[in-house]
Each structure stands twice: as structure tokens, then as C-alpha cells.
């Protein structure tokens, strides 16, 4: 059987010469965003997993300039640079709601059941 592709929705890429059709993150400031969310979306996003490959060279903010690392990361929808905590955290680049939601999901505490009948059940290869 095989696999479906998966489709990630790329976010957090920024325009450049190469690529003039994409956002400028100056427009996407909200100086008055809430700290507590904005720091709760940087958190998300440094928590994503890693995907497993890194770019050729290391991408350079386009707000300071600041190394902004080489790799990707996902959560299973999205899929971001790994800078992109910075341009929210240091810059207050407010990312959409859809995304700010997913962070505030993650975050909310979970009362989860365990059991450990399956792993009991279990036995050591020979």
C-alpha cells in the first residue's frame, strides 16, 4: 500500500528578491500584541518538530539581519523556518489567528487517561 503524500502549509517565509510575491514581515508588526501571546507563539514554534533537513545556508532575518538558523519545523499542518520564533518574539511579527489558536490548543494542559495494559502484554525479542 502506498503512502499519501502529506501536505504541509508553508508560513513564515518572506519576501526576497528571488521570491517577490511573498509577504514582508514589517507588514505584519502589532506593536501592541499581548507579550504573554506572543512569547506563548514563539514557544509553540521552537517546539515544532525538527523536519529532517536543513538548508544549504543559514537565512538571515530580513527585519535586523540576525542569523536566524537553517532548518525547518513542523507541527503536522504547518510548516515554518526556524527563525520565524524570532521575528515573533523580537519583532512582534503577528502570525494569523489560525495559527495563534493552534499555539493556545498545544498550550492548554490535557488530563489524559493512561493504561498500561499493552505494554504489560508485551514481551522481549529472544
Not at 2 to 31: F, Q
Not at 57 to 82: A, I, Y
Not at 107 to 114: K, Q
Request: hydrophobic letters at 35%; glycine letters at 6%.
Amino acid at each position: 500500500m502506498a503512502d499519501s503524500p502529506s501536505h504541509l502549509r508553508l508560513i513564515g517565509y518572506w519576501w526576497s528578491p528571488d521570491d517577490p510575491e511573498l509577504p514582508r514581515p514589517h507588514d505584519w508588526v502589532d506593536p501592541g500584541w499581548s507579550p504573554e501571546e506572543r512569547d506563548l507563539l514563539a514557544l509553540y514554534l521552537e517546539s515544532g518538530l525538527r523536519a529532517p533537513y536543513a538548508a544549504a545556508g543559514f537565512s538571515l532575518c530580513r527585519m535586523c539581519e540576525k542569523t536566524n538558523g537553517n532548518s525547518e519545523f513542523t507541527d503536522g499542518v504547518f510548516l515554518w523556518p526556524q527563525g520565524l520564533a524570532h521575528y515573533v518574539r523580537e519583532h512582534s511579527v503577528r502570525l494569523p489567528d489560525e495559527i495563534i489558536r493552534r499555539a493556545r490548543q498545544w498550550a492548554e494542559p490535557t488530563n489524559w487517561e493512561t493504561d498500561l495494559t499493552w505494554w504489560k502484554e508485551q514481551k522481549a525479542r529472544e
